[in-house]
C-alpha cells in the first residue's frame, strides 16, 4: 500500500516550458486535490476532484490545468510555465467530506 | 474571512522540554480541526482530529485542545525529541455547498528542538 504517490520529485523548468505532475493513490479514495505550498504562505488549493469525473478551481489555478484521469490518477499540467510557479507541489487524497486528507511527498519545482 | 492564524510562527526549545502550539480560527460553521506535522521535504501528515464537540485529544506525546467557544486550538508537546523538529499546521473544515468541505490551512508552526 504506497498510499499518494507522485512524479517526479524534482523539476527545473525554463520559463515557457510545458509539464505535467502525476499523483495516484491506492486507497481508493474518491477525492484528490493539488497544492503548492511557497514560503511563509502555507498550503494553497489549486484545483481538487471531489470524485471521479468532476473537477473544479480551488483558491490559486490561473496557469494550470488538471485532469482526473480515473479514480486512482490526478494530474496537473503547466502549459506555460512561468518563475512565479517555482513552488513544491502537494497532491492529496480522501475518502470524503469529513475525512483526513493524505498527502503524497511533494515535487520541488524550479522554472528559470 | 475566513482564517486559520497560528502562533509563534517558530519556536525552538531544548529537547525533553515541553511546548504549546497555538491555533485561532475565524471559521463559521466549523466541521472539525486537525493538526498535521510535516518534517522538511516531505508532506503533512495528521496528527489529531477533533469535531466541534471534542475538546481534547491525545496521540502519544501529542495533546490537543479545542475550545469552540473562543475558537482556540492548542497543540501541547510532552517531553520533546529530535524528531519532533517539524511544521505543525492547524486545519480547519468548514461545511459547504460546492462539492467538497472548505478546508483552510493555517501557515503553521516552526519547532525546533535542540540537544
Known amino acids: 500500500n504506497a498510499g499518494v504517490t507522485q512524479t517526479p520529485k524534482f523539476q527545473v523548468l525554463k520559463t515557457g516550458q510545458s509539464m505535467t505532475l502525476q499523483c495516484a493513490q491506492d486507497?481508493?479514495?474518491?477525492?484528490m486535490y493539488w497544492y503548492r505550498q511557497d514560503p511563509g504562505m502555507g498550503l494553497r488549493l489549486i484545483y481538487y476532484?471531489?470524485?471521479?469525473?468532476?473537477?473544479d478551481k480551488g483558491e490559486v489555478p490561473n496557469g494550470y490545468n488538471v485532469s482526473r484521469l480515473n479514480k486512482r490518477e490526478f494530474s496537473l499540467r503547466l502549459e506555460s510555465a512561468a518563475p512565479s510557479q517555482t513552488s513544491v507541489y502537494f497532491c492529496?487524497?480522501?475518502?470524503?467530506?469529513?475525512?483526513?486528507?493524505?498527502f503524497g511527498p511533494g515535487t520541488r519545482l524550479t522554472v528559470t | 474571512k475566513n482564517q486559520v492564524e497560528q502562533s509563534p510562527q517558530s519556536l525552538i526549545i531544548l529537547e525533553g522540554k515541553n511546548c504549546t502550539l497555538q491555533?485561532?480560527?475565524?471559521?463559521?460553521?466549523?466541521?472539525?480541526l486537525r493538526w498535521y506535522k510535516q518534517d522538511t521535504g516531505r508532506g503533512p501528515v495528521s496528527l489529531t482530529i477533533?469535531?466541534?464537540?471534542?475538546n481534547t485529544k491525545s496521540n502519544g506525546r501529542y495533546t490537543a485542545t479545542l475550545d469552540a467557544d473562543t475558537k482556540q486550538s492548542s497543540l501541547h508537546i510532552t517531553a520533546s525529541q529530535l524528531s519532533d523538529s517539524a511544521s505543525y499546521i492547524c486545519?480547519?473544515?468548514?461545511?459547504?455547498?460546492?462539492?467538497?468541505?472548505?478546508?483552510?490551512f493555517g501557515k503553521g508552526t516552526r519547532l525546533h528542538i535542540l540537544p
Open positions: 492529496a487524497s480522501k475518502i470524503g467530506r469529513d475525512y483526513e486528507q493524505y
Open positions: 486507497m481508493n479514495h474518491n477525492s
Open positions: 476532484s471531489a470524485s471521479e469525473g468532476t473537477t
Open positions: 491555533c485561532n480560527y475565524t471559521v463559521s460553521p466549523f466541521s472539525n
Open positions: 477533533m469535531t466541534f464537540s471534542e
Open positions: 486545519v480547519v473544515s468548514a461545511p459547504s455547498m460546492n462539492r467538497d468541505d472548505k478546508i483552510i
